[in-house]
């Protein structure tokens, strides 16, 4: 028998990983989950961009050989020529990336370990996309460095980015297919309730 967990009890069990969970229970947390992650990314996003767009247009205005800014009803671009790291600096970024992704991580971990057992899988199955998504955040500044200097950009790291994002979503769909599975309907070797 499936174990029910109410929405305020995963807040409380968020590093509880024994147990099982049913799918009435899992589905709208999990949906609460992605609004805060989105919630919390945009806090941080917004005004990283914000500031990056704002620096852009600064240069624009002290360096208009180098700076084309195109705009029109519902429309405005800034292109500047030439490699310019500090529009977007490593710091901000690598701080989106771990607030988003250690809140994802933080918020879904215990609740798809105990879905997954609920199946009778092992919860091990939960890490399959994590391999690819960390590959391609760590090589995604590799390939924006490459895109800004003179030569050619290094287009291996743009295809193996592309392979992983691809493998990511393959995996993430295989995920959310066996969380969306029926519970096992008889007591497994992870329990019958929580």
Same mark, same amino acid.
């Given at each position: 028998?499936?174990?029910?967990?109410?929405?305020?009890?995963?807040?409380?069990?968020? $590093?509880?990983?024994?147990?099982?969970?049913?799918?009435?229970?899992? !589905? =709208?947390?999990?949906?609460? /989950?992605?609004?805060?992650?989105? /919630?919390?990314?945009?806090?941080?996003?917004?005004?990283?961009?914000?500031? *990056? %767009?704002?620096?852009?247009? #600064?240069? /624009?205005?002290?360096?208009?050989?180098?700076?084309?800014?195109?705009?029109?009803?519902?429309?405005?671009?800034?292109?500047?020529?030439?490699?310019? =790291?500090?529009?977007?600096?490593?710091?901000?970024?690598? %701080?989106?990336?771990?607030?988003?992704?250690?809140?994802?991580? %933080?918020?879904? *971990? +215990?609740?798809?370990?105990?879905?997954?057992?609920?199946?009778?899988?092992?919860?091990?199955?939960?890490?399959?996309?994590?391999?690819?998504?960390?590959?391609?955040?760590? #090589?995604?500044?590799?390939?924006?460095?490459?895109?800004?200097?003179?030569?050619?950009?290094?287009?291996?790291?743009? $295809?193996?980015?592309?392979?992983?994002?691809?493998?990511?979503?393959?995996?993430?769909? !295989?995920?959310?297919?066996?969380? +969306?599975? *029926?519970?096992?309907?008889?007591?497994?070797?992870?329990?019958?309730?929580?």
């Amino acid at each position: 028998m499936s174990a029910i967990v109410t929405l305020k009890d995963h807040f409380k069990k968020l $590093f509880d990983l024994a147990g099982r969970e049913d799918r009435a229970s899992f !589905w =709208p947390y999990a949906a609460i /989950a992605f609004a805060l992650i989105m /919630a919390a990314g945009m806090i941080i996003f917004v005004p990283m961009m914000s500031r *990056a %767009l704002m620096a852009m247009q #600064q240069f /624009a205005a002290q360096h208009p050989d180098q700076a084309t800014v195109t705009s029109g009803p519902g429309h405005y671009s800034i292109s500047i020529e030439g490699n310019h =790291p500090e529009f977007m600096p490593a710091g901000p970024v690598a %701080l989106y990336l771990a607030v988003t992704f250690g809140l994802a991580i %933080l918020l879904y *971990a +215990a609740a798809v370990v105990r879905r997954l057992h609920d199946r009778g899988k092992s919860g091990f199955w939960g890490l399959m996309p994590l391999p690819f998504i960390i590959y391609s955040s760590v #090589q995604m500044p590799r390939m924006f460095a490459s895109f800004g200097t003179a030569g050619q950009p290094d287009m291996t790291v743009f $295809f193996s980015i592309f392979l992983s994002n691809l493998l990511y979503i393959i995996t993430l769909i !295989w995920l959310i297919v066996l969380l +969306a599975g *029926a519970s096992d309907p008889a007591p497994n070797r992870y329990g019958t309730t929580v």
